[in-house]
């Protein structure tokens, strides 16, 4: 019954900013850490930020400072703030539930 949709993605400009959401259907949101991960053309998904449940956060190395990661528990909805983007966050984004369910992704595209 778990069902999670990203939305927010597009094309936006180098040093731009973009708004990803995710919402949570079920149970699981409240109950898990939640995640984004990313995947660019030819390369391995890759950790971008997780948030716990009560609201620690992780980062990966090449964007924190950058994205902030943050979740609404009342709208079952986890929010990344990409901000200072770049061509190498072109990605396609994936919202995740623990490592056990994955959204459909979407694209994030940087460029002039």
């Known amino acids: 019954q778990v069902q999670l949709v990203e939305s927010g993605g597009g094309l936006v400009q180098p040093g731009g900013s973009l708004r990803l959401s995710c919402a949570a259907s079920?149970?699981?949101?409240?109950?898990?850490?939640m995640g984004w991960y990313r995947q660019g053309p030819g390369k391995q998904r890759e950790l971008v930020a997780t948030i716990t449940k009560s609201g620690t956060t992780t980062y990966g190395d090449y964007v924190e400072g950058r994205f902030t990661i943050s979740r609404d528990n009342v709208k079952k909805t986890v929010y990344l703030q990409m901000n200072s983007l770049k061509p190498e966050d072109t990605a396609v984004y994936y919202c995740?539930?623990?490592?056990?369910?994955w959204g459909q992704g979407t694209q994030v595209t940087v460029s002039s």
């Open positions: 995740a539930a623990g490592t056990s369910y």
């Open positions: 079920g149970s699981i949101f409240r109950l898990t850490t």
